[in-house]
């Protein structure tokens, strides 16, 4: 689909370029969601400490 969209005539150049890329777009995803996972985690801690208070 990419190479396609792009006009790659061959799918190694698509390759080429964006194989390298992918592994820190990865990364970058998983402790974005991470971060929202933590937060959410910590509200629910809070809501669950104040209604036991």
Sequence with gaps: MVQGTLGHRSI????????????????????AI????????R???RKARKMAA
Excluded at 12 to 31: F, G, K, R
Excluded at 34 to 41: E, G, I
């Design 43 to 45: 509200k629910t801690a």
């Design 34 to 41: 991470a971060r929202l996972v933590l937060a959410r985690a």
């Design 12 to 31: 190694v150049v698509t390759s080429d370029i964006y194989t390298s890329v992918l592994p820190e777009v990865y990364h970058q995803s998983a402790q």
